[in-house]
């Protein structure tokens, strides 16, 4: 049952992991925004890499421009910043870990207050099975009113069942429903809950032989 947690977590993060590489950075003006937009259109790897992000690409092809838009064109802070984070959630994307937790935290000593690279990088710890470091950084990105704070409460609920905390994943989860009434993750691992105790109950009954 955790495993399927987790693995419901890793889809619902990265479904919303780069939506807009010029929406995702907090703290910057909004010339540096524009700027960075401007620059973007005329660097043809990084346009490549946010295309790639945009429609699910993750092939070596796809991570190619990503690295190449990292490493060698001239963007202003805002866009390298952003592609970065692209990049973090490809390499999420591609069950590297290690890698994308890099991405994110070279983001974070730059801009200490991007929510969304702290919830890239509790996703990055999950799938490293470090829950506890995972738990922390989740909420620090809801601290810093991430986007989307219902995929926050659901990832952070898979961390704190990975961390044996039932009631405190239960909470995330409800919580998650609570935010986006009907949302699909959410519901299948609430009603995974009420299965559980379901079926512990009628063991425990069977067990006592009480009718």
Same mark, same amino acid.
């Given at each position: 049952?955790?495993q399927?947690?987790?693995?419901a977590?890793?889809?619902a993060a990265?479904?919303?992991?780069?939506?807009?590489?010029?929406?995702q950075?907090?703290?910057?003006?909004?010339r540096?925004?524009e700027?960075?937009?401007?620059?973007?259109?005329?660097?043809?790897?990084a346009?490549?890499?946010?295309d790639?992000?945009?429609s699910?690409?993750s092939?070596?092809?796809?991570?190619?421009f990503?690295?190449?838009?990292?490493?060698?064109?001239n963007?202003?802070?805002a866009? =390298?910043? @952003?592609?970065?984070i692209?990049r973090g &959630?490809?390499?999420? %994307?591609?069950?590297? /870990?290690? !890698?994308?937790?890099?991405?994110?935290?070279?983001?974070?000593?730059?801009?200490?207050r991007?929510?969304?690279?702290?919830?890239n990088?509790?996703?990055?710890?999950?799938?490293?099975?470090?829950?506890?470091?995972?738990?922390?950084?989740?909420?620090q990105?809801l601290?810093l009113?991430?986007d989307n704070?219902?995929?926050?409460?659901?990832?952070?609920?898979?961390a704190?069942?990975?961390?044996?905390?039932? =009631?405190? @994943?239960y909470?995330?989860?409800?919580? &998650?429903l609570?935010? %986006?009434?009907?949302? /699909?993750p !959410?519901?299948?691992?609430?009603?995974?809950f009420?299965?559980?105790?379901?079926?512990?109950?009628?063991?425990?009954?069977?067990?006592?032989?009480?009718?």
């Open positions: 049952m955790m399927r947690a987790l693995a977590a890793f889809f990265l479904f919303v992991a780069a939506p807009n590489a010029h929406a950075l907090g703290g910057v003006s909004q540096e925004r700027t960075g937009a401007r620059t973007t259109v005329g660097a043809p790897n346009q490549a890499c946010m790639a992000i945009a699910g690409n092939t070596d092809e796809a991570m190619a990503c690295n190449r838009a990292v490493e060698s064109e963007l202003p802070r866009t =390298r910043l @952003a592609i970065r692209n &959630a490809m390499h999420l %994307r591609r069950r590297e /870990g290690e !890698a994308a937790l890099a991405d994110f935290d070279a983001v974070i000593e730059v801009d200490r991007n929510a969304q690279a702290h919830l990088r509790g996703m990055a710890l999950i799938m490293l099975s470090q829950p506890g470091p995972a738990v922390a950084a989740i909420t990105s601290s009113g991430v704070p219902h995929i926050a409460y659901f990832n952070r609920g898979a704190r069942e990975q961390l044996g905390d039932l =009631r405190g @994943a909470e995330d989860y409800n919580t &998650a609570e935010i %986006r009434p009907d949302w /699909g !959410a519901n299948q691992e609430l009603a995974r009420v299965r559980g105790r379901r079926d512990t109950l009628a063991q425990t009954l069977s067990t006592t032989g009480t009718p």
